[in-house]
């Protein structure tokens, strides 16, 4: 696994450091997850993908409903980020860091990420199911039916919205797998985690010069 060398402002949740993370930093996290531009732009893409779908039917068509269902994507990811990042990784002993492979092939690389939906680290770094990430996404889904339509608060709609989270899920841990060295390759080393020298990033030079340290 790999540890970038500072924190991305795109992806939080991008491990740049060793060692277990404590309550507060995890809390922090949240927060920083909460209000990452990912997180906006995946909820302004998602929204108008059930816009056209009109699913959340409830709250109709024109950008009155586009606004609702912008509003609450917005809160169940906060109300998702709390659970799955904060409260049950505190409580679990466990780690809500998404750390990169960036080696292997891309077939190796993409299941990998895919993995990370029901896999994760402890804090002592061993492998467990990921069940703070599976919960907590399933806790936002319950706590949606307060503000969602009345057609959406059933058992079967919040099953049928924590399945489609863990697909998103799945599909975001390939983009976060990918994000360093995509973004390093281009130049835009302003958005990506800056991998120079003297960084501690496992993402592959174009003519390495010095080797690349992992964790």
Do not use: C
Not at 92 to 107: A, E, I, M, N, T
Not at 141 to 159: I, K, V
Not at 160 to 165: A, E, L, P, T
Not at 195 to 214: L, V, Y
């Amino acid at each position: 696994m790999a540890i970038l060398s500072r924190q991305s402002v795109f992806f939080p949740e991008l491990a740049y450091q060793t060692g277990p993370l404590t309550s507060f930093q995890k809390l922090q996290l949240s927060v920083d997850e909460s209000l990452a531009p990912s997180r906006f732009l995946s909820s302004a893409f998602t929204s108008s993908i059930g816009q056209a779908r009109n699913s959340l039917s409830g709250y109709g068509q024109g950008w009155d409903a586009y606004g609702k269902r912008f509003g609450s994507s917005v809160a169940s990811n906060t109300s998702s980020q709390a659970f799955s990042t904060f409260l049950l990784p505190s409580l679990l002993h466990q780690d809500p860091r998404y750390f990169v492979k960036l080696r292997g092939r891309p077939r190796d690389r993409i299941l990998y990420a895919v993995s990370r939906v029901v896999l994760t680290r402890t804090d002592g770094g061993h492998q467990a199911v990921n069940v703070s990430g599976l919960l907590g996404g399933l806790a936002s889904e319950g706590l949606a039916n307060s503000y969602l339509p009345d057609n959406e608060r059933t058992t079967g709609r919040t099953f049928s919205r924590f399945g489609v989270r863990v697909g998103w899920g799945a599909l975001g841990n390939i983009v976060r797998e990918y994000w360093p060295a995509f973004f390093k390759q281009l130049g835009l080393s302003r958005i990506a985690p800056y991998s120079g020298p003297g960084a501690t990033s496992d993402i592959p030079d174009s003519n390495p010069r010095q080797p690349h340290e992992k964790q």
